[in-house]
């Protein structure tokens, strides 16, 4: 079981991030604490393999947090919660490594979403699996985050690679309508990167979209190769 540490001041919220925790399979609960001191206190005697790191913390700082995490070389991954934004806070962030960041206020399938991504990465990784290039590209796509900056001869804003891994699944299965959740759980990449390299092939008309309405729900959106 992945263990999680919730750092968060404000008790509802902390207790909303537990029960949403609890309801994904793979995690337990660790500890949840409301400041800094107790989660170094923690921390140096039994760390945890995530934190669930807010920002704004009362006359503290969970980025601060975070950088003194990378200073004392500590093997423990943080998903960031805040309200914040800001295009420089969220590079900040990235730059000291965090694997996920979720907006406030977010709902529970986004939750669920950056821990089963999160859980992928990590046992590919402690099972020694990552070996090919191919699998690092693909674990790199699940961050939503294309890291590759685009080359010359491809699209700005998109990485040749993600788009390699979404179009070579598609091509497998050509005859069959698909919907973009259902390739982002076949392929484990974000749901909302699926969505913006399908939206591309659209453009290129390369896959073509339908709208089907169910009996309750909201309407699927499905999406088929378009041969020829």
Known sequence: MIQVMIVEDDPMVRDINAK?????????????????????????????????????????????????????????????????????????????????????????????????????????IKNNELMEQKELDKLIA???????????????????????TIWDEIEKNSCKDFTAEELAEKLGIARVTVRRYLEYMEKETKVDKSVEYGKVGRPQHKYRKING
């Open 142 to 164: 699940n961050s939503g985050i294309d890291v590759v900056q685009a080359e010359d001869d491809f699209a700005k804003g998109f990485n040749k690679y993600t788009y390699k």
């Open 20 to 124: 949403f925790l609890k309801r994904v399979e793979g995690f337990v609960l660790h500890n949840a604490v409301s400041n800094l001191d107790d989660a170094k206190r923690i921390i140096s005697k039994d760390k945890p393999d995530l934190i669930l790191l807010d920002v704004y913390l009362p006359k503290e700082n969970g980025i601060d947090f975070l950088k003194w995490i990378r200073g004392q070389e500590l093997d423990i991954d943080i998903i960031l919660i805040t309200a914040d934004k800001t295009i420089e806070r969220i590079q900040e962030a990235l730059r000291y490594g965090v694997v996920d960041y979720l907006i406030k206020p977010f709902n529970f399938d986004r939750f669920k979403e950056a821990l089963l991504q999160f859980k992928g990465r990590y046992y590919k």
